[in-house]
T-cell receptor, first 119, second 113 residues
Framework: AQTVTQSQPEMSVQEAETVTLSCTYDTSENNYYLFWYKQPPSRQMILVIR??????QNATENRFSVNFQKAAKSFSLKISDSQLGDTAMYFCAFMKRSAGGTSYGKLTFGQGTILTVHP | DSGVTQTPKHLITATGQRVTLRCSPR?????VYWYQQSLDQGLQFLIQ???????AKGNILERFSAQQFPDLHSELNLSSLELGDSALYFC????????????FGEGSRLTVL
């Protein structure tokens, strides 16, 4: 079974600054996806960024980037130029990718990190 | 707006009762997933359907059941409700199970009194 650990229950950052959220995971799988999802007060889960384990290059989406360290089983999220709208709970998640490329959609989530961006 | 519609948004009921949560996936998405979010258990995968067939099962209780209909909408049935079933129930959808990219609805908040 896979486990995902987010060791920072809460983080805060000033607007326009950079913040990094940590995530570690444990798996015996070699082929998988990793994700960061955002859950704002509206409670809807929104995909922030996705990383495929076989790709060495770190994923980037505008102000969001990841530091994927496969050997260390670490997957941190960096938010640059933080904005008030980034205030949310952030979840790290793992999904196994089967040999045939079918992942079945079972996301294993961490416990989440509450990020507050201060003006 | 993710395009995934869940109803009802809020539901309050009593222990022992039965409720049905409904989900309409994004247009064109064949896969539907159900997740439960509670304070003590966090976010947990319940079950997945693809084009009407069950594909994967997670920590879904026997008191719970789900199905996906020919028009691809899905329903999650929760019966013999207990206080501990109070949670936010999310539906998500994707085009296929291969993409690893799920689009979530706004969730149905269930309160069992």
């Amino acid at each position: 079974a896979q486990t995902v650990t987010q060791s920072q229950p809460e983080m805060s950052v000033q607007e326009a600054e950079t913040v990094t959220l940590s995530c570690t995971y444990d798996t015996s799988e070699n082929n998988y996806y990793l994700f960061w999802y955002k859950q704002p007060p509206s409670r809807q889960m929104i995909l922030v960024i996705r990383q495929e384990a076989y790709k060495q290059q770190n994923a980037t989406e505008n102000r969001f980037s990841v530091n994927f360290q496969k050997a260390a089983k670490s997957f941190s999220l960096k938010i640059s130029d933080s904005q008030l709208g980034d205030t949310a709970m952030y979840f790290c998640a793992f999904m196994k990718r089967s040999a045939g490329g079918t992942s079945y959609g079972k996301l294993t989530f961490g416990q989440g990190t509450i990020l507050t961006v201060h003006p | 707006d993710s395009g995934v519609t869940q109803t009802p948004k809020h539901l309050i009921t009593a222990t022992g009762q039965r409720v049905t949560l409904r989900c309409s996936p994004r247009s064109g998405d064949l896969s539907v997933y159900w997740y439960q979010q509670s304070l003590d258990q966090g976010l947990q995968f319940l079950i997945q359907y693809y084009n009407g067939e069950e594909r994967a099962k997670g920590n879904i209780l026997e008191r719970f059941s789900a199905q996906q209909f020919p028009d691809l909408h899905s329903e999650l049935n929760l019966s013999s409700l207990e206080l501990g079933d109070s949670a936010l129930y999310f539906c998500a959808s994707s085009v296929t199970p291969n993409t690893g990219e799920l689009f979530f609805g706004e969730g149905s908040r269930l309160t069992v009194l």
